[in-house]
């Protein structure tokens, strides 16, 4: 069985460009999870989708975030335009629906630079 | 205040030693713990869940103290393949709740 697999894995751009991630959790979880680590920091929650719907977006740092999951399926995290603070390691996590849901199957994560 | 506190460490122990992690959180109306394990620059993975009767997985053994609002998180018989960061997971209503991680490195 695939596991979370997130794109890409490395990404290096400058300070007002925009940069998308896509995250592909196992399927038939229906609980996707947006985290980010910013170093030397722990991980912090960013938002949850049930599905497509967004459940819990109150971890979102500020508008230039958007995430979405058409369909239910992968989600994608776009920040426009990107500053110097969103560098970190962006790292997706699915779950089943269910008591099950509290464990939590993590992507390796995208390190995010922005210079 | 962080909701979980860790010791980052390092802790660098030699080959079959004894080695105990902590964990403290701040919401009280916590439900549920966990300990993860992450290899350096590898995603989180759920090393066991931690109850309050205490669990033991082999050479690891989790314990929860509500009263005290602590976790820990002890390896027996440490092998190198153990070296990698310890990470306590809380949650508290919906979210889950992380620790900045425990730095283990055993030495041969």
């Known amino acids: 069985e695939a596991g979370v697999t997130q794109f890409p894995s490395h990404s290096v751009i400058e300070k007002g460009q925009t940069v998308t991630l896509r995250c592909d959790p196992i399927?038939?979880?229906?609980?996707l999870y947006w985290y980010r680590r910013v170093m030397g920091k722990e991980i912090k929650f960013l938002l949850h989708f049930v599905k497509e719907s967004k459940q819990d977006e109150s971890g979102m740092p500020n508008n230039r975030f958007l995430a979405e999951r058409t369909g239910g399926t992968y989600s994608t995290l776009k920040v426009q335009p990107a500053e110097l603070e969103d560098s970190g390691v962006y790292f997706c996590a699915s779950s089943p629906i269910g008591r099950a849901r509290e464990k939590l199957f993590f992507g390796s994560g995208t390190q995010l630079s922005v210079l | 205040r962080k909701e979980v506190e860790q010791d980052p460490g390092p802790f660098n122990v030699p080959e079959g030693a004894t080695v105990a992690f902590n964990c403290t959180y701040s919401?009280?109306?916590?439900?549920?713990f966990f300990w993860y394990r992450q290899d350096c620059r590898k995603e989180p993975k759920l090393l066991m869940s931690v109850y309050s009767s205490g669990n033991e997985d082999g050479r690891f053994t989790a314990q929860l103290n509500r009263a005290s609002q602590y976790i820990s998180l002890l390896i027996r018989d440490s092998k190198l393949s153990d070296s990698a960061t310890y990470l306590c997971v809380v949650i508290a209503g919906n979210q889950f709740y992380f620790g900045t991680g425990t730095s283990l490195t055993v030495i041969p």
């Open positions: 919401n009280s109306a916590s439900q549920s």
């Open positions: 399927s038939g979880h229906d609980n």
